[in-house]
């Protein structure tokens, strides 16, 4: 597949999980990649699987570390804000800290990630943020992450009206629980809180999605192309859930 040969793609937290799945996707597609994230050894390892491909590493909570990751990418063509992460606690027990650190990597890193992006478009650009299903609905224990998520939605449905005259689109991905990194650390925390096998937690995860399984990665770079493919134009300002119809 070439049908993003000449195109530039960053993509953050490309080190891992479903960043490290996109940047396989896209560089499969006949992009020039460049994967940013904030430790350089899960990137180039990465990197080393795929001729080509670079790594720039930078924190998307960070106003000019994200200005510097761009600068040292170069000019880009489609931007995937897909660095995240995730915590768990009852909302009584969730400290100030721990909200900020939601709000700043999952929204902020998105809002300066997009913002540097659309910056140095010159022309015909995609903009591509990996939020979640917790960015359609609530999810208990989660209220931080999920907040930061519905902040995404947000902010991809008013930026995608700005540039609706222009050949730039802004969509945001919204799968359910991963099969990845992340959806381990959850289980692993279910377990920790509740005494549940790893068998019953990650049940309890699957059981939100009516197919019964964990979404894979590939499922999340297949949409994210079909963003970037012929006929995907008109497609501008939604939230598209991968979630097996739990949306």
Not at 5 to 13: C, E, P
Not at 84 to 97: D, H, I, K, W
């Amino acid at each position: 597949m070439t049908g993003l040969a000449g195109k530039r793609v960053l993509i953050t937290g490309g080190g891992t999980g479903t960043g490290a799945d996109l940047a396989r996707g896209f560089h499969e597609a006949g992009a020039e990649v460049v994967v940013t994230g904030r430790r350089a050894a899960p990137l180039d390892a990465v990197a080393a699987r795929f001729p080509g491909m670079r790594c720039v590493t930078g924190d998307v909570t960070d106003e000019a570390s994200v200005a510097a990751m761009f600068a040292n990418a170069g000019p880009v063509d489609v931007v995937v804000a897909n660095a995240g992460a995730s915590s768990s606690a009852p909302l009584s027990r969730t400290r100030l800290e721990d909200w900020n650190a939601m709000l700043a990597v999952n929204l902020t890193g998105a809002f300066l990630t997009l913002r540097e992006g659309l910056r140095q478009f010159t022309g015909w650009g995609r903009l591509i943020s990996v939020a979640s299903t917790a960015g359609l609905k609530g999810y208990g224990y989660v209220a931080p992450y999920s907040a930061a998520k519905h902040g995404v939605v947000g902010l991809t449905r008013s930026l995608a009206l700005e540039v609706a005259r222009k050949p730039v689109t802004v969509n945001a991905l919204c799968p359910g629980f991963l099969d990845t990194e992340m959806t381990d650390r959850s289980i692993a925390n279910i377990m920790d809180k509740t005494g549940k096998s790893r068998d019953d937690a990650l049940a309890a995860l699957t059981a939100t999605n009516p197919q019964g399984r964990l979404v894979q990665p590939a499922e999340v770079t297949a949409a994210a192309l079909w963003l970037c493919g012929p006929g995907s134009d008109g497609v501008n300002g939604q939230a598209i859930a991968i979630a097996g119809g739990e949306i």
